[in-house]
Every structure is written in structure tokens, then in C-alpha cells.
């Protein structure tokens, strides 16, 4: 796997990639993260990151893969790819769209567990009535976030 570490508005952000796709962000700085991408794919994915941090970019295109994970969260963690730029939906909303209503909190420990959070976007699911609740790299990353894309999508809604 390699790691390459970018200085993002939310700090530093690491991305791995196996070399066919990417499989892993961090919050902060991976040990063996390099600062210089070094290979195709890890130059994408910063190029891709620093265009959604700009705001010039709303969908990413960079190959993902995530080798593992619960049946329940995988379901969880393509359910969030399906999310619109720009909106949220509850943990409750979530759990109904893949199937098992109650899950709720399950769909948060699976949220947790997201290995390419901002790509595979975690940050558009809060709690009931739009309550910000948990989030892996820190509330105020998610209100960056957040606000980012609400901000936007409002711009681009009315130009």
C-alpha cells in the first residue's frame, strides 16, 4: 500500500492506494506517508481532493475498493457513495435504505469504520433531525465539510 499526505482545510489527510485503486484515507498523517504523490493513482486522488476542498469538484471518478467489512457495512458504506453532494441523511434513513430499519446505531459504528472517509462520504449522515452527532476525524471536520458542500451546491444551484 502507499500512502501519500496531503495539507487539506481539515489538516492533513493521507491516501492510500494498492495500486488499481484507492483503499484507504486518514485523518492526519500516515507514518509512511510520502508527501510527493508517486504514483498515478495517488496523484488522481490529490488532484481529485484538492478540486473537492476547492469546491470545483462534487463527485469523485478515482477508483475505490474496500476489501473488507461486514456484509451490513459494505451495504452501509455503497449506501453513502448513493448520497447527493450537497445533502445528508439520517443514521435512521440510512438503516431503512439497506434494509433493517432498527440499525440505526449499527449504521454509526459502520460510518466509524468507513476506511475512505470524504471519498466514500460518512460526513453526509447525522443524526435525527439533522443533528450532528460523531463523526471519526472530529465534529468540526464534519461541519467543514458540510458546509463546504451545502455552500457549493447552493452556488451552483443559483448561478
Same mark, same amino acid.
Given at each position: 500500500m502507499r500512502w501519500t499526505v496531503l495539507d487539506s482545510p481539515i489538516g492533513e489527510f493521507s491516501v492510500a492506494?494498492?495500486?488499481a485503486s484507492v483503499c484507504g484515507t486518514h485523518f492526519g498523517r500516515v507514518e509512511a506517508a510520502v508527501d510527493e504523490p508517486d504514483h498515478a493513482l495517488s496523484r488522481q486522488a490529490i488532484a481529485e481532493l484538492? *478540486?473537492?476542498?476547492?469546491?470545483? /469538484?462534487t463527485g469523485f471518478t478515482v477508483p475505490v475498493s474496500i476489501p473488507r467489512g461486514s456484509e451490513f457495512e459494505r451495504a452501509v458504506w455503497r449506501e453513502m457513495t448513493r448520497i447527493p453532494y450537497g445533502e445528508t441523511l439520517t443514521y435512521g434513513e440510512v438503516a431503512r435504505r439497506v434494509g433493517d430499519a432498527g =440499525? =440505526?446505531?449499527a449504521v454509526g459504528v459502520a460510518c466509524n469504520r468507513n476506511p475512505i472517509p470524504v471519498i466514500v462520504p460518512c460526513h453526509r449522515i447525522v443524526g435525527a433531525g439533522g443533528r450532528l452527532v460523531g463523526f471519526g476525524g472530529g465534529l468540526p471536520r464534519k461541519v467543514h465539510l458540510l458546509e463546504l458542500e451545502a455552500r457549493v *451546491? /447552493?452556488?451552483r444551484a443559483w448561478s
Open positions: 492506494n494498492d495500486g484538492r *478540486a473537492y476542498f476547492s469546491g470545483d /469538484l =440499525a =440505526a446505531r *451546491a /447552493l452556488q
